[in-house]
């Protein structure tokens, strides 16, 4: 069975500043990874996706993340943060698309 | 291009009762995925439906059960009401194609289950 471990549930950061969402994963093969954005009291919006093919996945608002299978991370990463980036973000693992793992969440608020 | 709409928004129920929830998908997706997403949790996936059967279940009680139309939709139905049903279920749509990078799935707004 697959999971993921989303470290930290809380993550502050200053406008401008770098953000670094982690996120690993545990799967017997290599799966297709995901990171989903959630604003309050909405439902979940895709960011980016791994799907076995560039290892370094470029999402919507500037996120970007890099699947590395030997560390079997998925980081989800930002140049520069702004306001509207708080939010919580998941991470979710699946392998077949019929049934996805979706992490605990990480709230990452901005401080201006 | 509508994207998944749920309904009810918000629900308020009491113990030992029976609650449906909603769902219409994407246009053009076939496959619907229940998710329950308690306070401070990620989601938890319940089932999937495709060509109006199950395909996939999570670690969820038989109270919880489900439907799909022909017209893709689906419905979440969950008996015996707990308190610790209490949550927002999320639905998500997708096509019924598997293991191919165009199967993303799109969430709808959630509704909110109160079990007082």
């Known amino acids: 069975a697959q999971s993921v471990t989303q470290l930290g549930s809380h993550v502050s950061v200053s406008e401008g500043a770098l953000v670094l969402l982690r996120c690993n994963y545990s799967?017997?093969?290599?799966?297709?990874l995901f990171w989903y954005v959630q604003y309050p009291n909405q439902g979940l919006q895709l960011l980016l996706k791994y799907t076995s093919a560039a290892t370094l996945v470029k999402g919507i608002n500037g996120f970007e993340a890099e699947f590395k299978k030997s560390e079997t991370s998925f980081h989800l990463t930002k140049p520069s943060a702004h306001m509207s980036d708080a939010a919580e973000y998941f991470c979710?693992?699946?392998?077949?698309?019929?049934?996805?793992?979706f992490g605990s969440g990480t709230k990452l608020n901005v401080k201006p | 291009d509508a994207g998944v709409t749920q309904s009810p928004t918000h629900l308020i129920k009491t113990r030992g009762q029976q609650v449906t929830l909603r769902c219409s998908p994407k246009s053009g997706h076939d496959t619907v995925s229940w998710y329950q997403q308690a306070l401070g949790q990620g989601p938890q996936f319940i089932f999937q439906?495709?060509?109006?059967?199950?395909?996939q279940r999570g670690n969820f009680p038989d109270r919880f059960s489900g439907h799909q139309f022909p017209n893709y939709s689906s419905e979440l139905n969950v008996n015996a009401l707990l308190l610790g049903d209490s949550a927002l279920y999320l639905c998500a749509s997708s096509s019924g194609r598997l293991g191919t990078s165009t199967d993303t799935q799109y969430f709808g707004p959630g509704t909110r289950l109160t079990v007082l």
């Open positions: 979710a693992v699946t392998l077949l698309f019929n049934k996805f793992y």
């Open positions: 799967s017997s093969v290599p799966p297709y």
């Open positions: 439906y495709y060509e109006e059967e199950e395909r």
